[in-house]
């Protein structure tokens, strides 16, 4: 892949998830019912950052979760023949709670709707709602995120990198053009 710009760096990144967890806190009066789920593997971190930035703001603790959507894909067949299955901790049960999904980028949608089927299969939500550090467009299904941090509009024929510091040793948001 040819790297063809970074879009954010660490302190953007840093003021994004600011604003969405303020976004979060104004969209459900408050964070009483709010339980914030990371999907595997940069959801998990960003979830974590919008959770202390929540505390910094209304000191309180939201609970987090880890969420694996690998046995939930559409696309099983199509990545590989046995699938590497993670774990997925929810320590907290979501019967009645505003969950709020959390991943670094949405594209298809398939995703997101991998992580709902796997969250209703925990239990009877109140409302299920979507957080994206970044959305490119290009959705394959009826899915939108309720808090989106950057619209970056591509081609198809790019690729959105986030780093994060806990999986990558750097943060930031890099675009790759994957044509040859």
């Given at each position: 892949?040819?790297?063809?710009?970074?879009?954010?760096?660490?302190?953007?990144?840093?003021?994004?998830?600011?604003?969405?967890?303020?976004?979060?806190?104004?969209?459900?009066?408050?964070?009483?019912?709010?339980?914030?789920?990371?999907i595997?593997?940069?959801?998990?971190?960003?979830?974590?950052?919008?959770?202390?930035?929540?505390?910094?703001?209304?000191?309180?603790?939201?609970?987090?979760?880890?969420?694996?959507?690998?046995?939930?894909?559409?696309?099983?067949?199509?990545?590989?023949?046995?699938?590497?299955?993670?774990?997925?901790?929810?320590?907290?049960?979501?019967?009645?709670?505003?969950?709020?999904?959390?991943?670094?980028?949405?594209?298809?949608?398939?995703?997101?709707?991998?992580?709902?089927?796997a969250?209703?299969?925990?239990?009877?939500?109140?409302?299920?709602?979507?957080a994206?550090?970044?959305?490119?467009?290009?959705?394959?299904?009826?899915?939108?995120?309720?808090?989106?941090?950057?619209?970056?509009?591509?081609?198809?024929?790019?690729?959105?990198?986030?780093?994060?510091?806990?999986?990558?040793?750097?943060?930031?948001?890099?675009?790759?053009?994957?044509?040859?």
């Open positions: 892949m040819k790297f063809k710009a970074e879009i954010a760096d660490e302190d953007k990144i840093r003021r994004t998830l600011v604003r969405i967890a303020y976004q979060i806190i104004e969209k459900n009066h408050g964070v009483n019912d709010v339980c914030l789920i990371g595997k593997t940069r959801g998990v971190p960003l979830a974590k950052r919008i959770s202390e930035n929540i505390k910094v703001s209304e000191d309180i603790d939201v609970q987090t979760g880890e969420l694996d959507i690998t046995l939930y894909r559409d696309d099983l067949a199509e990545t590989r023949p046995e699938p590497s299955v993670n774990s997925t901790n929810i320590p907290f049960p979501v019967k009645n709670k505003n969950i709020v999904l959390v991943d670094d980028v949405i594209f298809t949608g398939r995703t997101a709707r991998a992580a709902m089927d969250v209703m299969r925990l239990g009877r939500a109140k409302t299920i709602q979507l994206a550090l970044v959305d490119r467009g290009h959705r394959e299904l009826p899915i939108r995120a309720d808090f989106v941090g950057m619209n970056i509009p591509t081609s198809k024929n790019e690729v959105v990198c986030v780093h994060l510091f806990e999986t990558d040793k750097e943060t930031n948001i890099q675009l790759f053009d994957k044509t040859l």
